[in-house]
């Protein structure tokens, strides 16, 4: 008896304990309703001290922690600029802090002194008028780590199924609620100058290594000549356009300054011995003229050489046919 008494306490421990769980989950916001929607943003222009990094998005609790030591009655916010999914890990830009103050509002001297401190820049987002916004409920650690399940998973479907151009993704802890958003214009405009440096960084490394790839692959041509200079073709026929191109870097420049001076002195000089272009002509003329001269002398020499031996043979043959009478 003892001991069904003991196991029946045990179970209503249990049960107890499972209800507390089911109950501080559903409090959380396990089950909250993830509603969607393109809207007016919930902030307007705010300016904000921010420490940016790049690594996993599961390491800005420290900054998320920090932040609110240091203003704990600020609103903090979270900006998130790369995809997990697309970008790895330790590639991932994101920025943490605090709102120091929004609209009209300028944020006090002993403000931005305290947080620059602590190390944090000073930063301003524009106000927007469009923008894919949604809320969930803060109201436990628990409720973060839902959120980062459940909610982004809604935003980036309703994103895709729109083929909306949103981004970045922000984060606004204010009260009890999260509030996310996705600008739908002047994006460029929620990029702090560390985004935007490191992706400037990588696309020109993304547009050397394709300028190495094109250059490999003109290298890669111009090392099969063929015997006429020409690079065969895919239907193994010599293809001219090598030729083309080769005729067209070896053109010569144009002159420039003295070369200029010098290239106007020659025509110059050419105009200025055109008058005399005639009697060179003539003189071209009277050489060619003496050449068929010179040339027909010799000919004739040559018959006159050429003539006394067939004197001779008439002269022989003369002699026989007296011999013979």
Known sequence: MPELLLLCIILLLLLILLVTLMGFALYSGLGAKITVGTGSPPIRNITLAYKFKQGPYKNCGALFTESCSIGPKLRSIGVFYDDPKQVAPEKCRYIVGSILCEGEEKPSDELIQLYQKFGYKIFSFPEISV?????FPFTTFLSIFLAVRWVY?????????????????????????????????????FYVPEAKEIENKTNGEQDMDAGHEISGDT????????????QPSDSGEPSITP??????????????????????HRC????????????????????????KKSE?????????????????????EALQKEKEE
């Open 219 to 230: 290298g890669s041509l111009s090392e099969t000549p063929t015997e006429n200079g020409a």
């Open 296 to 316: 027909a002398a010799v000919s004739e020499h040559s018959i006159q050489e050429v003539d006394p031996s067939k004197e001779m043979m008439d002269d022989k």
């Open 243 to 264: 030729a083309v191109v080769q005729s067209t870097t070896s053109a010569p420049s144009v002159p420039v300054n003295g070369d200029q001076e010098e290239e106007n």
């Open 131 to 135: 923008a894919v916004t949604t809320t």
């Open 153 to 189: 998973g809604a935003l980036a479907a309703y994103i895709e199924e729109r083929k909306l151009c949103a981004h970045p993704f922000l984060e606004i802890y204010y009260g009890e609620q999260i509030h996310y958003m996705c600008p739908l214009s002047q994006q460029s405009e």
């Open 268 to 291: 110059e000089h050419s105009c200025s011995e055109s008058g005399g272009s005639n009697s060179s002509f003539e003189e071209l003329e009277l050489e060619v003229n003496d050449d």
